[in-house]
């Protein structure tokens, strides 16, 4: 079954089989030797996959303590994070213990984030049950809480030991989860794989199973590739932010009743139409990408002005100075940066939006 190596400050393994997770504690034992193991989740993903992952755990002789939060974005906060790492100490973590993070990207953003800062760093395991944790999230080292201000503010870079997806995980998946992790797949195929947006495009009723793999495989390859160049996000890696600059200002302004991938599904077409207008594309986008969003039915219609996205994205960390960057695809498979004036930034939306 296929692994994906991922070059960082840390080199690690991405292991994506159906049914992995049984082999959880076995996995472990390869990269690290822990007496203790803290398994984080949310009551959704716990009630479906935690006896399992602890049983795997627990056939290894490892001390399992498991931690369930509440569902859903709100999660990502500094009183989450403080839960955590409280836990930690009252249990008696050591440096050489592990915490496994399982469920979605909020659960590894935040589970890494403890890790990052627990006894100033103890190693965790990304166990990605999304299908946007697993093409996106659980790879590339970025954690983070969100502060009242924005998305993401409070964050460290701290690569997972390991990232263990067990892709029948998929098939429990609500279908606007599902659509959640297609966008951020389709993220990738625009700004660096022109194969991966032709499959997407052209494949008819494909087995659920094949199809993750498929697109997992290709949308790891491509962020793996520019984490592998740029880690720290100073440079290429910003790419992966295409249609996140006005897709976290949705996600904010909708006080997070917009799902992160849908958001990103709005900006990414909004970017890539308001690209195709200034002329700053090399071939229209905005087509092919709309005619990709909507096969896989993800509604990208954006309820809200661009005065109002544009002053939420202001606050974000992107921005440095008097510029802020955004990201436009230059054709399918081929992405840009582009630093504009933040005071262009409401027309760039418009020319986006209209
Ligand atoms: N660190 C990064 O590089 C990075 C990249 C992209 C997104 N993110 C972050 O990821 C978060 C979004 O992640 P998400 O979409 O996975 O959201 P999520 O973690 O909130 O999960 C979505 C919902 O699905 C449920 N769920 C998870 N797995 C399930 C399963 N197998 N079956 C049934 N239900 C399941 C969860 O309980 C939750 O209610 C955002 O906070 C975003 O900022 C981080």
Redesign the pocket.
Known sequence: MPNLDIHASKEYTMMVEPGIMDRLGELVLRVANPKKVCLVS?T??SE?FAEKATRSLQKEGFDVNVLILA???GT?SMSSLNRILEFLAEHEYTRSDILVAL?????G?LTGFAAATYLRGIPFIQVP??L??AV??SI?G??AINLKAG??LAGAFWQPSLVLFDVD??L???EE?FK?GIS?IIKSAVIGDAKLFDYLQTVENPKIIDFTMECVMGAVKVKRDLVAKDERDTGMRKLLNFGHTMGHAIELVSDYKI???RAVAIGMLACAKAADKMGWSNRDCAIPIWQVIDKYGIDAKCPFDPHQLAAAALNDKKRSGDNISIVIPLEIGMGAIMDIPVHELEEFFRAGLE
């Open positions: 949310d959704n993903v479906l569902p859903g974005e990502k469920g979605g990207g909020v659960i953003d049950t999304t946007l944790a996106d999230a590339g970025k954690t998305k993401n995980t998929v429990e998946l609500p989860q959640d951020e799902s992160h991938g």
